[in-house]
């Protein structure tokens, strides 16, 4: 099974400032992934860190974080990673389709 996030995750994403942030995805079971954001340290350098279940499932949530400047996220299993890159930490918005309708 190879490792990664979910595809809701990439390059230049928008995570929710001051609210734990969920990022989510698939490992080998049983191994530990770590989350390293530049910018943002911690003793060994991750931000957060978890543990993937026995079917390979994992999820791991970040701190709350204020906004900021681009940074890139990092995560990390065994000898894999997974970067992305220009990832800001700020308000997202979802607009509905229906409320561009001008006509």
């Known amino acids: ?3 990664r996030a979910a595809a809701a995750f990439s390059n230049h994403m928008v995570l929710q400032r001051d609210t734990p ?3 989510w995805g698939q490992a080998e079971p049983n191994m530990e992934v770590r989350c390293f954001l530049s910018g943002n340290r911690w003793g060994d ?3 957060a860190h978890t ?3 026995n079917q390979g499932h994992w999820e791991l949530r970040l701190p709350a974080l204020s906004a900021g400047d681009p940074d ?3 995560l ?3 000898k894999r990673k997974q970067i ?3 990832v800001y930490v700020g308000d997202v918005w979802q607009a509905d389709r ?3 309708n001008w006509r």
């Open 1 to 3: 099974m190879d490792f």
């Open 21 to 23: 942030i969920p990022i």
């Open 45 to 47: 350098g991750s931000i």
């Open 51 to 53: 543990k993937a279940n």
């Open 72 to 74: 890139t996220l990092t």
């Open 76 to 78: 990390r299993c065994g």
């Open 84 to 86: 992305f890159s220009d």
């Open 98 to 100: 229906a409320a561009w």
